[in-house]
Nanobody, 120 residues
Framework: VQLQASGGGLVHRGGSLRLSCAAS????????VGWFRQAPGREREAISC????????WYADPVKDRFTISRDNTKNSFYLQMNLLKPEDTAVYYC??????????????WGQGTQVTVSS
């Protein structure tokens, strides 16, 4: 499956953005999907993951109660609604397949990310 993120941009602190991820090559129904981000000079940070059947998603503590992941299997897409954005949310955001590993959530099959910049 190939994934492509979009919807990033520049927003002020407290603003909102909705990221989209479009899939091709396979149906997303079969996969857990999620988002991670990477800021310059920092390690990749897992953000969210939701199972193939939906259900209760996982969120990293820094984004809990501000970000919401959703999926629309009929459109072979999933989304990340980001509210109350903070400058520390600035990063390139990637959508990917995800799973819960021994050391936390991990990802594969990500495509090109989308830049999110939050100004103060």
């Amino acid at each position: 499956v190939q994934l492509q993120a979009s919807g990033g941009g520049l927003v002020h602190r407290g603003g909102s953005l909705r990221l989209s991820c479009a899939a091709s090559g396979d149906r997303l129904d079969y996969y857990a999907v999620g988002w991670f981000r990477q800021a310059p000079g920092r390690e990749r940070e897992a953000i969210s993951c939701v199972a193939s059947s939906g259900g209760r998603p996982w969120y990293a503590d820094p984004v809990k109660d501000r970000f919401t992941i959703s999926r629309d299997n009929t459109k072979n897409s999933f989304y990340l609604q980001m509210n109350l954005l903070k400058p520390e949310d600035t990063a390139v955001y990637y959508c990917a397949l995800c799973w819960a590993g021994v050391k936390g959530y991990d990802y594969e099959s990500w495509g090109q990310g989308t830049q999110v910049t939050v100004s103060s």
